[in-house]
């Protein structure tokens, strides 16, 4: 079975810098995109960050670039989100995924491609209080 398991979710204070998880069992990230999702209450999802497998590359939504790391471990399988200095605004459920069709992402380009047959996390939640 294929598996996305997020954590590191929960309540911060705005200026926080907490990290998110992502496990995944029953594929290997070395050939695919990966990245992370967030939806804010009534908001569409929007694609936050990811990396291209095949380069390395990394692309961050203009909300987050600077404050927020996407990184992966490919020995473990795991991906992460390194948050900094969060904002109330940051207050979302934060999903990780891959890319089934692709290894090579683009931020502008995440909420087009991703779809729900490729893989996701069941998505943690995050909320920043002021």
């Known amino acids: 079975d294929v598996q996305l398991q997020a954590s590191g979710g929960g309540l911060v204070q705005a200026g926080g810098s907490p990290r998110l998880s992502c496990a995944a069992s029953g594929f290997t990230f070395d050939d695919y995109a990966i990245g992370w999702f967030r939806q804010a209450p009534g908001k569409e999802r929007e694609g936050v960050s990811c990396?291209?497998?095949?380069?390395?590359?990394?692309y961050y939504a203009s909300s987050v670039k600077g404050r927020f790391t996407i990184s992966s471990d490919n020995a473990k399988n795991t991906m992460y989100l390194q948050m900094n200095n969060l904002k109330p605004e940051d207050t979302a459920v934060y999903y990780c995924?891959?890319?089934?069709?692709?290894?090579?992402?683009?931020?502008?380009?995440?909420?087009?491609?991703?779809?729900?047959?490729?893989?996701w996390g069941q998505g943690t939640l995050v909320t920043v209080s002021s």
């Open positions: 990396i291209s497998s095949g380069d390395g590359i990394t």
């Open positions: 995924a891959a890319d089934r069709d692709r290894d090579v992402c683009h931020i502008a380009t995440m909420t087009i491609q991703w779809d729900e047959d490729d893989y």
